[in-house]
């Protein structure tokens, strides 16, 4: 415990403390809200100190991997670099960082345990990767990002997105344990090296937080990197770790009680949350009436206006398929393969829709009939026309990624 620490050591353990400091209280912690105003006035300028002329306005938003991102983590390099010589340089005569050292652990396994049971909660509820919406379904292959191309390939198994989930909860929750620590760091780096690499190889814009969550875990490990050595390489037998906690003993108790009530408080919330957001959205959200892709079989339309007059086109004239994959949105491909998105909302009370383009100010009516044969009529006036809609809903089981099944035995190869 009182064992000197060499300058190198003392060094990099300040500059590690730092940075990790800084970064998991940018990405997650209490203080996030908080501190997030100052990095972004911060960052910027930094960025023009150093020779980035172009502003900087793009923040965190769904990419991890923005401009401001990379620049956040070099700022977080350089004033780590900085902090640590200086400490070092007033703090000479102290022999090691041992209790400072205990709190670090602390500090990156609660992040690490947080970040790994949110992704993994987000899995086994299949909200992160929900099946494949059928707006894909309409999608050439050759059309797919390589992130959606992940995302399909995901979605399409609630399997194998399930058990994802449950190896990153496990590792997440193995760390809430100093008993369970080196167990859950290497079950968290197993899972979490192989997110990093697809998020590379598929361009997901979570590299940074990925490659920050393995390096973490990596730290974590290296804790124990001796004694994991002798264990499964040198086939020696090892001492059991010193299990040192960072409050007197006579509070341990006390603090065990709340710990554990507050990690099953934040486990409560947690799936909670996930069940409400996958009735909003998720699996078990209710699909809008209108949902899924429909073939335009027939349009009619007449001028009410001035009928001698050959009136001018219309866009639903043009329109090829209807396509809803979401409550209030649907898109429209022409006979062009042209897309249009339109804002789109349904009355079941008066059997009325409502649509307007997305840049458009006033939404547009028509009375619909569902009819038989899985066919939707829509008509009434349009402008200052009568137009009649005839679509007949595509049945989706008919596709193959769709109505194949789990099969046990394969005479020959299903791959088409």
Partial sequence: MNK?????????????????????NSTQFFFTFITEPIWQYLVP?????????????????????????????????????????????????????????????????????????????????????????????????????????????????????MFTGALEFIGGMLLFSRKTLTLGALTTFGVMINVMM??????????????????????????????????????????????????PDKFIKAKNIVKWIALIAYLGFSFYRADQRSKEFGPKSTKPLFYGKYVVEDVERKAIIVPELTPEPSELEEWKTFIQGWKGYATIKTKTSKEINYNFESDTTKNIVKFKQNNASNYHELKYDILANDRVELYGIYKSDSIRILMRK??????????????WINEYPFNR
């Fill in 198 to 247: 697809l998020n590379y190889c598929y361009d997901v814009p979570v590299k940074l937080l990925s490659t920050h969550m393995v390096i973490i875990a990596l730290y974590l490990i290296s804790i124990d990197l001796k004694r994991i050595i002798q264990f499964f390489i040198s086939n020696e037998s090892v001492t059991p770790r010193p299990n040192i906690d960072v409050v």
């Fill in 394 to 407: 595509e049945d989706l089981s008919k596709r193959t990624l769709v109505g194949r099944k789990f099969n």
């Fill in 45 to 161: 300028k930094f960025a023009q100190l150093i020779g980035y002329e172009s502003p900087i306005t793009i923040f965190t938003n769904g990419s991890g991997d923005t401009t401001y991102n990379y620049f956040q983590v070099l700022l977080f390099l350089a004033i780590s670099i900085l902090l640590a010589f200086a400490i070092k340089l007033v703090d000479r005569k102290r022999i090691n960082y041992s209790q400072l050292k205990r709190w670090l652990i602390i500090l990156v396994r609660y992040y690490l345990a947080f970040q790994m049971i949110g992704y993994g909660i987000a899995k086994l509820f299949y909200l992160q990767f929900p099946f494949p919406n059928v707006l894909r379904f309409d999608q050439e292959l050759g059309d797919f990002s390589p992130m959606g191309l992940l995302w399909t390939f995901m979605g399409y198994s609630k399997g194998y997105t």
């Fill in 4 to 24: 000197e620490w060499s300058y190198f050591q003392k060094l990099l353990f300040l500059f590690l403390f730092v940075y990790f400091f800084l970064y998991t």
